[in-house]
């Protein structure tokens, strides 16, 4: 069959992917509850850490991918996390951990930029994810971590990041990212409560990234059963 972009069909993933792939992998996994995680959380706790035990306890059937902002150059800023669904459907896989994704995207353009996340662009993007649901179910996973544990590790990698920089502008910098940091956590309980049509959980992480992993896919597989 001939390959397409993708367009907003019901059911359409195949960018870069021939339709009867696709149908190939429904019709043989539909007995399955396909599931794609998108773990979330503020910069500097561990996130990475997280996603990287989640996939090595879940095995070979999980695929990571890891979003930061969306590319300049896409007509539309969701296009990329549109990509990365598509190529996770294609492989069969049946877990995809998202190390960051489009609420990110909603909510770090909305403060950063001032331009409030695209919220069109971020409802479609939803509402072409809910037209696929014979095929995968989405469960957001909003990780918890106090300033107090990234504080240290902003510090880092802001006078790795500015080796030469007066104690003021590390300072400011600094400021600036604490405030980020409670922002954030305001802005995607706003957006889990009053935005997004998928289900999520709340993790506060603990001292062993083992257990963390084991408690978050505990808590998916009881949202989405």
Request: net charge negative.
């Amino acid at each position: 069959s001939s390959r397409r972009r993708h367009t907003r069909l019901q059911g359409d993933w195949s960018s870069d992917v021939c339709s009867s792939d696709l149908l190939y992998f429904y019709q043989t996994r539909k007995t399955m509850t396909r599931r794609l995680i998108i773990v979330l959380g503020p910069d500097r706790i561990g996130k990475s850490t997280v996603v990287a035990q989640l996939a090595e306890t879940l095995g070979d059937d999980a695929q990571t991918i890891h979003l930061a902002e969306p590319p300049k150059d896409q007509e539309d800023p969701y296009d990329i996390n549109r990509d990365r669904t598509s190529e996770w459907v294609a492989s069969g896989k049946d877990w995809c951990i998202f190390d960051r994704s489009y609420p990110c995207s909603f909510v770090l353009e909305d403060f950063r930029r001032r331009n409030h996340g695209h919220l069109d662009e971020m409802v479609q993007f939803e509402l072409d994810m809910m037209a696929a649901s014979e095929e995968f179910k989405v469960c957001h996973v909003l990780l918890r971590r106090p300033w107090s544990w990234a504080a240290s590790k902003h510090v880092e990698e802001l006078k790795t990041l500015h080796p030469t920089a007066a104690e003021w502008f590390i300072r400011d910098e600094y400021v600036a990212r604490m405030r980020e940091h409670k922002l954030y956590y305001k802005r995607m309980e706003e957006f889990m409560e009053h935005f997004t049509a998928f289900p999520r959980t709340v993790h506060s992480l603990g001292a062993d990234v083992h257990s963390d992993a084991q408690a978050i896919i505990s808590k998916v597989t009881a949202v989405l059963p």
